[in-house]
């Protein structure tokens, strides 16, 4: 039994039936001359890649019979690329068969060795969403719920995550706005003894300052005007449990003191309180400030920040998490999808390419709204780079040479690869579906940095 993957080559036409069977040496050839035998070498085979005659039988000279025949494929193998082969240049047909789910748009006389190289980029595309699919299976397995990532730097942060959490310490979470620091500070309440209690969360930079000690230390009855009755403040209610202070950095510096006291004798004092109330609760912090620029700037205090920050965990912005934007994107349209109820099935390649370029200056939360929304305003059966709404200077660019497109998708392949294997030849080779000799010529071939980037089992 040959290795070569399937094509299946859907064409009512013998002479071309014939011409093609012998243009694609890389692939077993698949023939089928209209929808029926079509759908049964589909089942059968399973291709990953298929050629589709918009003209077919009963009606070869419309094009109704190819769109079904597109929509039953897609339905059955969403992950399938179809490349619709037609003599019409209809660009309204065109639209509407991209919308339904095609890969891409051929029109004849055929050229075979130009519809080769889209067969070809069709197969790497497939070879580069089953990599992210593998990424996307082990989410479900990553250490930490609510984190998706390959990144070696995402997953240095976890580890620590994992080392510190069942440890009574203050920690002190520091990261660009969006990066996810309230899910790693519930990951650290979750993976302690505290996880059945209380996890309290308050934004200091969501509350004014006059608010902000009634909302922390609570009150008593009558403490001031409107104060009927009495309340307990948030550091109260994580009793037992945790209280994660999200912007700390934005604390006022007159509340600043009583905030150490706290944490030094682990007692409160309400508003109008007349006695010391003993709490016991685990502080985690967290700023997108770099507290030491404001102590120099004598905004905050030197003794509080030695207090909040018995361990420091720095989140990297997802610009730096090489690879995790397309791995997130992927889960984020699996769970949209379903949550919306929305016939979304895959992310285009220029989608992905554009997602893999924009620095994502919002980070995971500017990717969730984006992605959230493309799901919803979609009229197409996958994400398109329009769907995203990204700023037109952060457009991909998409290269004409085709060497160079093959190039740049097998390093950004075996770049992930290695990130996901961290750095191991072999693991990497077996992920990728290739011998560890030629994953190293590969490497060769890209400039790779054998010494740095690779460790052999």
């Known amino acids: 039994m040959s290795d070569k993957p399937y094509l299946l080559v859907i064409e009512d036409d013998p002479g071309l039936r014939e011409q093609l069977q012998w ?15 079509a759908i049964a070498k589909l089942r059968r085979f399973e291709p990953k890649v298929v050629t589709l005659d918009l003209g077919l039988p009963p009606n070869p000279s419309g094009y109704e019979e190819g769109l079904n025949t597109l929509k039953e494929i897609i339905s059955l193998a969403p992950d399938t690329k ?30 075979p060795r130009a519809l080769a190289l ?16 593998a990424f996307t299976d082990f989410s479900a397995d990553q250490p930490i719920k609510g984190v998706v990532t390959a990144s070696p730097l995402m997953q240095k942060v976890c580890r620590t995550v994992q080392k510190v959490a069942p440890n009574n310490i203050t920690i002190l979470l520091h990261g660009e706005s969006g990066t996810g620091k309230e899910v790693l500070a519930r990951a650290l309440h979750e993976q302690s003894d505290r996880a059945k209690e209380p996890f309290i969360a308050i934004n200091c930079a969501a509350i004014p300052e006059n608010l902000l000690e009634s909302e922390l230390f609570g009150y008593e009855k009558g403490a001031f005007t409107g104060a009927v009755k009495q309340t307990l403040g948030k550091i109260e209610l994580a009793h037992k449990g945790t209280l994660f202070l999200d ?61 909040l920050s018995e361990v420091t965990i720095s989140i990297p912005p997802l610009r730096d998490r090489i690879g995790d ?16 109820k929305r016939p979304v099935k895959r992310i285009s390649e220029e989608a992905l390419d554009a997602i893999n370029r924009y620095s994502w200056p919002g980070n995971v939360r500017e990717l969730e709204n984006r992605m959230k929304r493309a799901v919803i305003m979609t009229e197409n059966a996958q994400i398109m780079p329009q769907d995203l709404d990204l700023p037109l200077q952060d457009a991909p660019s ?24 961290n750095g191991n030849i072999s693991k990497a080779a ?3 579906g290739v011998t560890r000799p030629t994953l190293y010529n590969l490497m060769e071939k890209l400039n790779f940095n054998l010494s740095e980037e690779a460790e052999v089992s």
């Open 82 to 111: 179809v490349i619709m082969v037609t003599g019409q240049t209809s660009r309204k047909i065109a639209v509407e068969a991209i919308s339904l789910g095609a890969y891409d748009f051929y029109v004849k006389p055929i050229d």
């Open 247 to 307: 912007e700390i950095g934005d604390l006022p510096l007159s509340l600043q003191p009583k905030l150490l006291r706290f944490l030094q004798e682990r007692a409160i004092d309400r508003l109008g309180g007349r006695s010391p109330i003993g709490v016991d609760v685990r502080v985690i912090c967290a700023s997108h400030h770099h507290l030491q620029e404001l102590i120099s700037a004598q905004t905050f205090r030197e003794d509080l920040y030695y207090r």
């Open 430 to 432: 077996d992920l990728l």
């Open 23 to 37: 243009s694609f040496d890389n692939y077993e050839v698949l023939m089928a001359q209209d929808r029926k035998e």
């Open 325 to 340: 934007a397309p791995v997130m994107a992927r889960v984020l349209l699996a769970r949209y999808a379903r949550e919306f």
């Open 398 to 421: 998409m290269p004409f040479n085709l060497k160079h497109v093959r190039d740049a998708a097998e390093k950004e392949a075996i770049q992930r690869a290695l990130n996901y294997c």
């Open 118 to 133: 889209i067969v070809d980029r069709a197969y790497y595309l497939d070879t580069l969403e089953r990599e992210h699919k």
